[in-house]
């Protein structure tokens, strides 16, 4: 049933960055990564076709709204590793205890410091959605930590999975430093490969000693935790009707800036390039010819989908 074990190969004591070998894993249906990543697909979908997502992979980005989305990011981690800290010993969840490696709340902590001040603190608050996401990560902490899993998993491996491509066009959008300020949550210093570091994950998981009721538990919990986490992008939709703020466009244009014609627009034929069709994949690479001051995003935008469609293989 197990995936192959993966170890680090090297040791975080040097200083230098731990090295996570890439194994081939022999998976099965009943293997508790499948059964998440089966079990979450169509909600995980409904997740990414939220307007608020959609906009932030087109690039129309809102500054305030991202502030506040990583607002609701920093209350969330801290919750999430506060019972994470909690149950680190615990059988179900030790195996996954990566705190050096996958911790957000203090990037999250400087990232909201960059944007808010040095008096962050005083000026950000939990949201009502936020809350009920926090209130489900404390109660299962605390009453059935098995179920961590489910949220770490959810959150850990979708920040590996996209990380990098939501900074460069949340970077672009914005105009941030090209150093990294704002974006720290974004940015895995201590993992080596990400990809690696997300088959040794899943291996852990797929390890533990789990029966298939509570496996079918955890799946049902991911579902929730997606569930919460739209319930925020949905909440962030609301609040933006309500703000007077230029939209930050990294510079694509939209489907209307086209004449109506669909097929012109770069994101259209990126996706359907994704799709694996070869005329398509020459309309990618004719939008961008005619664009080319939009090439860095569309090639974002088309790594997008790629890793989104990844994410149901891993």
Same mark, same amino acid.
């Given at each position: 049933?197990? &995936?192959?074990?993966?170890?680090?190969? *090297?040791?975080?004591?040097?200083?230098?960055?731990?090295?996570?070998?890439?194994?081939?894993?022999?998976?099965?249906?009943?293997?508790?990564?499948?059964?998440?990543?089966?079990?979450?697909?169509?909600?995980?979908?409904? &997740?990414?076709?939220?307007?608020?997502?959609?906009?932030?992979?087109?690039?129309?980005?809102?500054?305030?709204?991202?502030?506040?989305?990583?607002?609701?990011?920093?209350?969330?981690?801290?919750?999430?590793?506060?019972?994470?800290?909690?149950?680190?010993?615990?059988?179900?969840?030790?195996?996954?205890?990566?705190? +050096?490696?996958?911790?957000?709340?203090?990037?999250?902590?400087?990232?909201?410091?960059?944007?808010?001040?040095?008096?962050?603190?005083?000026?950000?608050?939990?949201?009502?959605?936020?809350?009920?996401?926090?209130?489900?990560?404390?109660?299962?902490?605390?009453?059935?930590?098995?179920?961590?899993?489910?949220? @770490?998993?959810?959150?850990?491996?979708?920040?590996?999975?996209?990380?990098? +491509?939501l900074k460069k066009v949340a970077q672009r959008a914005m105009k941030l =430093?090209? /150093?990294?300020?704002?974006?720290?949550?974004?940015?895995?210093?201590?993992?080596?490969? @990400?990809?690696?570091?997300?088959?040794?994950?899943?291996?852990?998981?797929?390890?533990?000693?789990?029966? /298939?009721?509570?496996?079918?538990?955890?799946?049902?919990?991911?579902?929730? &935790?997606?569930?919460?986490?739209?319930?925020?992008?949905?909440?962030?939709?609301?609040?933006?009707?309500?703000?007077?703020?230029?939209?930050?466009?990294?510079?694509?244009?939209?489907?209307? @800036?086209?004449?109506?014609?669909?097929?012109?627009? =770069?994101?259209?034929?990126?996706?359907?390039?994704?799709?694996?069709? /070869? *005329?398509?994949?020459?309309?990618?690479?004719?939008?961008?010819?005619?664009?080319?001051?939009?090439?860095?995003?569309?090639? /974002?935008?088309? @790594? *997008?989908?790629?890793?989104?469609?990844?994410?149901?293989?891993?």
């Amino acid at each position: 049933m197990s &995936a192959e074990k993966m170890e680090t190969s *090297a040791s975080v004591s040097n200083g230098e960055k731990p090295v996570y070998e890439e194994k081939e894993d022999t998976l099965s249906p009943e293997d508790l990564s499948e059964m998440l990543a089966a079990g979450t697909k169509e909600v995980h979908e409904k &997740a990414e076709n939220t307007q608020f997502v959609k906009d932030f992979l087109r690039g129309r980005i809102r500054k305030e709204l991202f502030k506040l989305g990583a607002v609701a990011l920093y209350y969330t981690y801290t919750a999430m590793e506060e019972e994470i800290e909690r149950n680190k010993d615990h059988p179900h969840f030790a195996p996954l205890y990566f705190p +050096v490696e996958l911790h957000r709340h203090e990037a999250l902590a400087r990232d909201l410091e960059y944007f808010y001040g040095a008096d962050w603190q005083s000026q950000v608050s939990c949201s009502q959605a936020t809350q009920r996401y926090v209130d489900r990560i404390h109660q299962v902490g605390q009453e059935d930590p098995v179920l961590l899993v489910s949220h @770490a998993y959810t959150r850990y491996m979708g920040d590996l999975s996209g990380g990098q +491509v939501l900074k460069k066009v949340a970077q672009r959008a914005m105009k941030l =430093p090209p /150093t990294g300020e704002g974006l720290e949550f974004y940015q895995f210093d201590a993992i080596h490969s @990400a990809k690696a570091f997300k088959q040794l994950y899943r291996s852990r998981m797929n390890e533990l000693e789990l029966d /298939t009721a509570i496996k079918k538990r955890l799946v049902d919990e991911a579902v929730k &935790a997606f569930q919460f986490n739209m319930e925020v992008f949905e909440e962030l939709e609301e609040i933006g009707k309500t703000i007077q703020e230029e939209v930050l466009d990294a510079g694509m244009p939209v489907h209307g @800036a086209m004449g109506g014609d669909i097929s012109k627009c =770069p994101y259209y034929t990126a996706k359907m390039a994704a799709s694996g069709g /070869t *005329a398509y994949a020459c309309q990618l690479a004719m939008a961008i010819l005619r664009h080319p001051t939009g090439q860095v995003l569309c090639a /974002t935008w088309f @790594a *997008a989908l790629a890793g989104l469609a990844a994410w149901y293989l891993m």
